[in-house]
């Protein structure tokens, strides 16, 4: 399986890297490179937008993941997203929330 990113076939995808870490801190950006890169975010947005829209799961794992990690206030995050993203009972979880979140005594 190939990365679309690589091939220019698809969406871009996230690999990790900041766009800014791409381009040398000693020189300034030329014109037509500052507009390739406004180019290349605008659409990697848009991207990240539709994709997310069409996965509203991810709104409610990502929300639920917010929403525990601002009540626990973890000292490590990066652990603590890492024990919450693998725990087995995740599905179940993030479901329960979801509901729980659209029951009328929680909307009012």
């Known amino acids: ?6 091939t220019g076939a698809g969406p871009p995808r996230a690999t990790g890297v900041l766009i800014a870490d791409m381009c040398p ?18 659409s990697m947005f848009l991207s ?3 994709y997310i829209r069409a996965h509203p799961e991810l709104r409610h794992l990502i929300s639920v993941f ?3 990690a601002l009540e626990d206030r973890p000292e490590d995050a990066v652990a603590y997203a890492g024990d919450f993203f693998t ?4 599905y179940a979880l ?6 729980a979140a659209l029951t ?3 909307i009012n």
């Open 1 to 6: 399986m190939t990365d679309s990113s690589s």
């Open 25 to 42: 801190t000693d020189a300034p950006l030329t014109e037509g490179q500052k507009k390739e890169l406004q180019a290349k975010q605008v």
């Open 48 to 50: 990240n937008e539709r």
């Open 66 to 68: 917010v929403q525990r």
């Open 87 to 90: 725990r087995d009972d995740l």
């Open 94 to 99: 993030v479901k329960a929330e979801r509901e």
């Open 104 to 106: 009328p005594d929680a």
